[in-house]
């Protein structure tokens, strides 16, 4: 009987410590020569650095004054202030244009804001209980013997990303420069496991 269930149906019929370890174990894993979600995200940023540093070091880019810069966006940052990190991820894009397309970054930004609020109200309405196992969920992954190792580099990598890309972008540390809807949010380094 078991055998005929999906993975949703096995994660249902686990405790939640293990359901959460097995779809962890997915997310890890999951392809079949790819590795899963979480092991494509951390690869991507070190290749990308690669390539951002080959690209530094290159005298056919600097000649023809060309350059590659990665930008990494945190999540969490993203669903506190969506259009304030939408509005820094426009300054990154566009830095080279003049200061009169400042407001109208402003504007597109607002309203970006707006449309992913409304969208984020539509689709969750989260309690503190469940502010709270997810935090007891996060903290059970990290102390996890298996998972929790490659875990933790692997939020050491993420992390360092995004405060690199902080940096860059002028837009860390601590709070933010403009404020769009009600959260008053700062820029998140942590991020889940």
């Known amino acids: 009987m078991l055998k005929d269930y999906n993975f949703h149906q096995h994660l249902l019929k686990l405790e939640w410590a293990e359901g959460l370890r097995l779809a962890t174990a997915q997310l890890i894993i999951q392809g079949y020569e790819n590795g899963g979600d979480i092991l494509r995200m951390a690869n991507n940023i070190v290749k ?61 930004s607002a309203k970006f804001d707006q449309k992913v609020r409304d969208k984020i109200m539509e689709r969750s309405r989260k309690g503190p209980e469940e502010e ?27 992390g360092a990303a995004l405060q690199d890309s902080a940096i860059r972008s002028n837009a860390f540390p601590e709070t933010e ?8 949010g700062k820029v998140q380094n942590d991020i889940c496991c």
Do not use: C, W
């Open 132 to 158: 709270f196992l997810i935090t007891e969920q996060t903290t059970f992954l990290r102390d996890d013997h298996i998972f929790g190792p490659p875990l933790k580099r692997i939020e050491l990598l993420v």
């Open 48 to 108: 990308l650095k690669e390539t951002e540093s080959a690209v530094k070091s290159s005298t056919r880019y600097r000649e023809i004054n060309k350059m590659l810069q990665v930008y990494t966006l945190s999540l969490d940052d993203f669903i506190e202030q969506p259009g304030a990190s939408f509005k820094r991820f426009l300054d990154h894009i566009f830095d080279h244009l003049p200061e009169q397309n400042e407001q109208r970054k402003i504007e597109i």
């Open 177 to 184: 420069k403009m404020s769009f809807g009600s959260s008053e």
